[in-house]
């Protein structure tokens, strides 16, 4: 074959120039996160990490935005009907699914009933235990049906939690396949693929019914697990924007040309937890260990990664009530020698020939988590409580606490693991959310295992009650009493949020409770 | 200490090059540090004393870590792990890979091909693999670390141990000792052990540097000494987490681990140059 | 020569038997309950019993163990708990990045450790045979996670040539690769350069220089095709300690290969997944052992077991 060279050229000069076109048509945005998420499954997404893919490609009935507003997104509107316990929604007309399958009150009613289902709760049922019933009023308005007067109910529908999921989609590929390969929502993103540990790749989904949907074409989540690899991803250009900045590095990448910063103090605390039941963890030695730490110390290691906490929330957020122990080593130390914990030579405190020695199961995805995590153990020591730090992936994090609360709900199974190292953000501007929910009638586990408390119970039903903000304040101060006196939950100190990417990127608003939105963000040049 | 050195022509001829000077000293400088690095270390090894990442100074001569500790203190206490967990886990497979191939060369039959098919076994797991599957099951720490580690080292020792007592056996004088009915104890301490000593030695150097890099490898990925116990590997690793702003907490653990085993290495050729005319007549002998 | 290769295959059999009994033994002999890791995060006890029933937990060691190694043979090696994926499909995936890894390794093992040792051991005992030899000691001295990280230092942050992260593109491969290859390289340069110092000692290559053979064709026809059979030998072995040194490269460049995928399941008690990598990497170890004996006996059929 023959080619004369001219048009040989001629040739390569316009495929060159097609694709050329083609890579500036196509943008991509790509974000270096230090974790993967664990499924694309609404009713089971465990976290943070999770939920921050999820949610841009299902979206809730409504949503707050940065500013805390709680506005529409699926309803268009609510209101209380005249019961005092059922909320009435409008829904959005002529909205679609990525596959296809239209948006309508019996898939709202099919994703309330599926995430309610008392024999397989999803991962909001506990947080909206307040449900009691669902019904289809027409092709566009469902009620929703109280137990009980809640006024932090719609709220709560504004987290990344119910999302809406395509019911006939799902129905058809059965959960597995939809958690894994084919999710479906309305949101202004599909989804492509997922190479679980690597990336997730969600794509812009064209018949988005909002004015402001999908500004790229591509969105990419990497995952980085080392904070120096994301911080150096960033700085060579392979990602465009990253989380969990660690606080160290801000300064520097503030002052780095062609980058920009988001420094955002945020209403997601980390908390030392521990497993009541454990044998060891008795109340006294909970209070022993609460005693043993000093949050200054911990505030001057981890720096702009955090503030000191001492409640579930920062100072202002409603329901507020310091419920720490004072920096007490003394003290700590007089509570373990009472519960028979002896020092021996070596420095830590045995019973019976066995070691005050706790395992603290920590994934370690907060930047500041580890380091605060290794002073604790050092104050911790100081006392005599032996307490390891157990790098644990996310799945098997929550796999653990899921197993150990569900034997010890279910036959009282003495737990085997005892402490561990969360963080949770408050998504409806109250620590109501974050509480430990009733534990009478058992709707969700109950990680911490803490026994049956009828009062709690009550002043938790009052806390969310429609009432005045001083009598729901009163109610939140007797669950900050109970908390105080459990010491299952320990705060250690508030999250500020460091995020940088390059100058390129715009329209990005970080919002406070946790509810990433990448609606109108946009890859320049 | 002279004499003995002069009247031993190995330790004359391994003294007498440079190399061998250099990596001795260096290696033995190692062994002071280990046995009397707490001693030696400025400040506490893990309590918390200042503020987080201070670049190296006159204070802090290293620099300070992630939550405030000296890494120079760090660093000499974390000798004595690399020190320990390196001779523990040597003498472990000596002792146990010594015995099998003893057992095995010695005795032959069934007794050799049931042990050299263990060794085989043990053999199918490269490097840290094997390491790796008995920590899964002990768990991490500083003892089992020394127990994953001295079981990967048998197969070798076990293997040389058997290949050199064959050959021994094949001498005159070891096969009239057998014929006369000399006691197999007796002939294996009086005859065979001797003459392995040269080998093991020079083995045992190379499986000492072997061992600390294992170690290190396994604090690395978090699976050696645990926190707030300092190791080089340990350090290496949360170091990595702040290696755009402070490489140094990284970077002197690191260099510690490979002058260490640099040092061991070119011992361990020293020696084998040194023991190589022997070891040559030793096998051409045997032919 | 098919003597040779039945009774070597023979011989694997047993070796086989005992990795399969290792690699059982890390799951069962850890701590936890199998059965209530497969029966997933919210199962009843009674669901628990069902699936220990299923998976044959309910019977005694030994028979676990045949049904065990019976599933492994055919290629079952279990779900993992975490993922949900099944081991084998875990494995395979990370398998493929392993083996780009293990290829650059391999290629920069050839390219630079060979010529190392011959440089070396041509022009022994001078200046430039002091430093090869020393830059193949660091090779074999420096532990692979730190010069990893270095060359993060150099290439990715001073630099700014490579990423240090991640998979993709062949430029991804670089910098993991190196890493892994250090070792190795360090390996084949000492042992080229021993018996090509062995080889060219040999009387025929001294006649053969004598002849007035040019030094360098010399070299490469007598040299390096005897010690050739050494080095070929030790690449081939070398693929295991590939396989095993991937773990910690691996963790340092956050790489989805089976080395990252076994610290991982290590870490999170995801022992099917364990015991899954450990006895593929050890098969795969096994495999190519007894393909490098045969290919011995092929290409040298002097070597006679």
Known sequence: ?525 | MRAVIRSNPLLREVVGSRIAQLSLFVTLLYVVVAAFGPQLAPYSEIEMLTLPRQAPSAEHWFGTDEIGRDIYSRMLVSARVAMTVGFVAVAIGLVFGFVMGVAAGYFGGWVDATLMRVVDVLLAFPGILLALAVITFLGPGLTNTMIAIGIGGIPGYARLVRGEVLSVLERDYISAARALGANHLRVIIKHVTPMLLSSLLVFSTAQLARAILAEAGLSYLGLGVQPPFPSWGGMISSGQRFFLSAPYMAIYPGMAIMVLVLALNMLGDSLRDALNPQLRKATTSSE | ?305
């Open chain 1, 1 to 525: 074959m023959h080619i004369p060279l001219r048009s040989l050229s001629r040739l390569l000069l316009a495929s060159a120039l097609a694709l050329a076109s083609f890579a500036m048509a196509q943008t991509t945005l790509t974000i270096g996160r230090p974790g993967d998420i664990t499924n694309m499954n609404p009713f089971r997404q465990a976290n943070n990490l999770t939920s921050e893919v999820t949610y841009q490609v299902h979206e809730g009935l409504v949503t707050f935005t940065p500013d805390l507003e709680l506005v529409p997104q699926l309803a268009t509107s609510w209101e209380l009907l005249d019961d005092g316990v059922t909320w009435r929604f409008f829904l959005r007309e002529g909205v679609t699914f990525h596959s296809g399958n239209p948006f309508n009150a019996e898939v709202v009613k099919w994703n309330f009933e599926t995430m309610m289902n008392p024999e397989d709760p999803g991962v909001a049922a506990g947080l909206l235990a307040a449900f009691s019933e669902v019904n289809v009023v027409d092709e566009y308005t469902v009620d929703v049906t109280l137990h009980e007067p809640n006024v932090v109910f719609v709220a709560t529908l504004g987290a990344p939690l119910l999302m809406m999921v395509d019911m006939l989609h799902y129905q058809e590929v059965g959960e597995t396949a939809y958690a894994q390969q084919t999710p479906s929502g309305t949101g202004p993103f599909s989804f492509v693929s997922w190479n679980p540990g690597q990336r997730v790749v969600l794509e812009k989904f064209d018949d988005y019914w909002g004015d402001v949907g999908a500004e790229v074409d591509r969105v990419v989540f990497e995952v980085i697990p080392e904070e120096s690899s994301r911080v150096l991803a960033l700085r060579t250009g392979e990602v465009d924007m990253i989380f969990g900045v660690p606080a160290e590095q801000m300064d520097a990448l503030e002052g780095t040309g062609g980058l920009q910063v988001w420094r955002t103090p945020t209403l997601r605390t980390v908390f030392l937890e521990m497993v009541t039941q454990h044998p060891f963890l008795t109340r006294d030695v909970r209070h022993a260990i609460s005693h043993a730490i000093d949050r200054d110390q911990i505030s001057t290691i981890i720096g702009d990664n955090g503030s000191p906490a001492y409640s579930h929330g920062p100072p202002g957020t409603l329901g507020f009530y310091d419920h720490t122990l004072p920096f007490d080593p003394e003290r700590a130390a007089e509570l373990l020698d009472a519960e028979g914990w002896t020092l021996g030579n070596d420095g830590f405190r045995y019973k019976d020939g066995e070691r005050l020695s706790l395992a603290n199961l920590a994934r370690g995805v907060t930047p500041g988590e580890i380091e605060a995590l290794q002073v604790i153990q050092l104050q911790l020591r100081a006392v005599g409580v032996e307490m390891t730090i157990e790098r644990v992936d996310t799945a098997a994090w929550v796999g653990t606490m899921n197993d150990g609360a569900t034997a010890w709900a279910e036959n009282r199974t003495v737990p085997t693991h005892s402490m561990w190292t969360s963080a949770a953000g408050i998504r409806t501007g109250e620590v109501g959310y974050l509480m430990n929910r009733p534990m009478c009638e058992q709707t969700v586990r109950n990680w911490t295992m803490i026994e049956c408390t009828p009062e709690y119970d009550e002043a938790f039903a009052r806390s969310q009650m429609p009432l005045s903000i001083e009598e729901r304040q009163a109610a939140y101060e007797v669950l900050g009493e109970w908390t105080a006196e459990w010491q299952a939950r320990v705060p250690i100190f508030h999250v500020q949020v460091n995020i940088a990417a390059k100058d390129s990127i715009s329209g990005f608003v970080v919002n406070p409770q946790d509810a990433l939105d990448l609606r109108g963000v946009s890859v320049g040049n």
């Open chain 3, 1 to 305: 020569m098919l003597v040779f290769i039945g009774k070597r295959m023979l011989q694997l059999i047993p070796v086989l038997f005992g990795v399969l009994l290792i690699t059982f033994a890390v799951t069962r002999f850890t701590p936890g309950d199998p059965a209530e890791l497969a029966a997933g995060e919210d199962a009843t006890q009674a669901m628990i019993e069902a699936t220990r029933t299923r998976l044959g937990l309910d019977r005694s060691l030994p028979v676990q163990f045949g049904l065990y190694a019976l599933r492994a043979v055919q290629g079952d090696l279990g779900t993992s708990y975490i993922l949900g994926y099944k081991v084998t499909t875990l494995i395979g995936q990370a398998l493929v990045y392993t083996g780009q890894l293990a290829l650059v390794a391999m290629i920069v093992t050839i390219v630079l450790g060979v010529p190392l040792g011959i440089v070396s051991a041509v022009r022994r005992d001078t200046a430039i045979d002091g430093i090869a030899r020393l830059v193949a000691l660091i090779g074999v001295s420096i532990p692979n996670f730190f010069f990893g990280l270095l060359m993060i230092l150099l290439f990715s942050l001073y630099l700014g040539w490579l990423p240090s992260f991640g998979t993709g593109t062949w430029r991804h491969l670089i910098l993991p690769g190196i890493t892994l290859g250090t070792f190795s390289t360090g390996l084949i340069a000492r042992l080229t350069r021993s018996s090509m110092l062995d080889t060219l000692e040999q009387d025929y290559i001294r006649t053969a220089r004598a002849k007035g053979l040019a030094g360098w064709v010399v070299v490469y026809k007598h040299g390096l095709r005897n010690a050739g059979i050494a080095i070929v030998t030790v690449l081939g072995l070398n693929l295991g300690n590939l396989l095993a040194g991937s773990v910690l490269t691996e963790s340092v460049f956050s790489f989805p290969g089976i080395g990252r995928l076994l610290v991982n399941s290590i870490f999170n008690r995801d022992y099917a997944t364990v015991q899954g990598a450990i006895l593929v990497i050890a098969i795969i170890y096994v495999l190519v052992n007894l393909l490098v004996d045969m290919l011995y006996a092929v290409v040298d059929p002097r070597i006679r077991y």
